[in-house]
């Protein structure tokens, strides 16, 4: 049951996100979480997971995630996901290029009673910034 729990409170969190609702994530995020990856001058809490969401949509307003993979138990919940977007906002402290991206993520998320109460995530930031011609692309891996 709680696997269940997880994976729905996960699911929500992605709709909430979509559909840019950062004011409902306190429904899926307990008031401490604690965000093991903040971003830069991220307050604690669900107060700061819904700041980083607003200032990341404020950047790229056409943002847009596509799950690729989910995996759960009782106690955990990973989704490894796509993230897209064009930067119309300042990002970082730089000015909107115009540009899009089009990265690769992944979040883990472990749940007390359906609520996440600890996150993990990365991005691939570096992909982010040399697609918005930020950054010297990053040498192929393959």
Not at 24 to 39: I, N, Q, S
Not at 68 to 92: C, E, L, N, P
Not at 112 to 138: C, H, K, Y
Request: some cysteine; aromatic content about 10%.
């Amino acid at each position: 049951m709680a696997r269940d729990d997880n994976l729905a409170a996960q699911a929500r969190c992605g709709d909430l996100l979509e559909a840019r609702q950062f004011d409902r994530l306190g429904e899926v995020f307990a008031t401490d979480v604690v965000d093991h990856d903040p971003a830069r001058n991220q307050v604690p809490g669900v107060e700061g997971v819904k700041q980083f969401w607003r200032g990341f949509h404020s950047s790229f307003p056409d943002y847009h995630m596509k799950v690729d993979a989910v995996s759960a138990d009782d106690d955990y919940a990973t989704i490894a996901y796509r993230i897209s977007g064009t930067h119309r906002g300042d990002f970082m402290g730089i000015p909107p290029t115009g540009r899009r991206f089009d990265v690769r993520a992944i979040q883990l998320g472990r749940f007390v009673n359906g609520m996440f109460v600890e996150r993990w995530g990365s991005s691939d930031t570096m992909g982010i910034m040399s697609q918005l011609g930020l950054a010297a692309a990053p040498p192929d891996q393959g």
